[in-house]
């Protein structure tokens, strides 16, 4: 049986046997709805429109809740057998509490009897999955944006920077903006993610983007519920938050300068391999003309090395911007349980799930 993957995201899960070359068998929202004991739904049901959120920020903040995912895609989305658990490689956020890491190793063990564990961290995965082992990667994700640099396999922490932004704060800002020029309109979250998805976009450039709000083609969209809404401008300015992040009412860099800026706290002997081998991963990163945008502002940045992106190889999976460290996953789940490198039920056993620490790195 091959080993799972398991890539815990903020706004989605990634799951599947250990096949690099494919895509995670499964994706699915994190967002959970809960209902009563019984099962039943009615208007009078106190628990109507509840919904819980297992991962806050790229953090796990409901273990509860993140049992009850974990137990239905374990079981019933990949078809493990209770009584013959397989083994399982989770993808850890920058900057991972040790607790953490430790209530994961042992949910997995006490709870779900799994064979064999291992945990590495997203920033090196992401690498593995375009053939780097050094690089830097650039996580935009639903709660958050992360920098690391990676050498050798290993995270840079000292130069890793960690900005508490992300997807989700770009679709408040598209709710905002599409409010002010729809004010009849009552838009519901879900339809202003879904209509971020669809129609956002980075400008050529900031002149380009100054342009687009003095005037900007408009076109019309049709929610679910009927209701028709006006979308311009609106849908440059998500893209350009990310590069010019006062639009979010932040005192901040775009995107690129801090990269830039994470690098020049390494070592210097390593800027060069470290820029010319930048990796983007997350769903925002696929934007429409972002990546085009991301290499304008890196002719334009502070350092003498600009930043390059490297491109996925052509057998990868499409998409691979959205799962990147789910695949660099699956490419060392190839390695780690054959080699017996992993944390064993005895090494739980023996050392607790301090033991995570020491072969998980």
Known sequence: MEAVVVDIGSK?????????????????PNQMERIPEDGSMNDSSPFEDIIVEPVVRGFIKDWDAMEDLLHHILYTGLGWEIGNEGQILFTDPLCTPKAAREQLVQLMFETFNISGFYASEQAVLSLYAVGRISGCTVDIGHGKIDIAPVIE?????????????????????????????????????????????????CADDELAYEKIKRSCQTEQHTLPDGQVITIGRERCTVGEALFQPSILGLEAHGIVEQLVRCIS???????????????????????TGFEERFHKEAGLCSSAVRPTLIKPPEYMPENLTNYSAWVGGAILAKVVFPQNQHVTKGDYDENGPSVVHRKCF
Do not use: W, Y
């Open 153 to 201: 396999g290993a995270v840079q922490h000292i130069a890793s920077r960690r900005f508490e932004i992300g997807g989700i704060d770009l679709t408040k800002l598209l709710a905002e903006e599409l409010g002010k020029s729809n004010p009849l309109v009552n838009i519901k979250m879900s339809d202003v993610e879904k209509i971020k998805e669809q129609f956002s976009c």
């Open 12 to 28: 989605l899960l990634k799951a599947g046997p250990a096949v690099p070359d494919q895509a995670p068998a499964l994706i699915i």
């Open 265 to 287: 706290t390494v070592s210097s002997d390593n800027h060069r391999q470290l820029l010319e081998n930048t990796v983007l991963c997350g769903g925002t990163a696929s934007m």
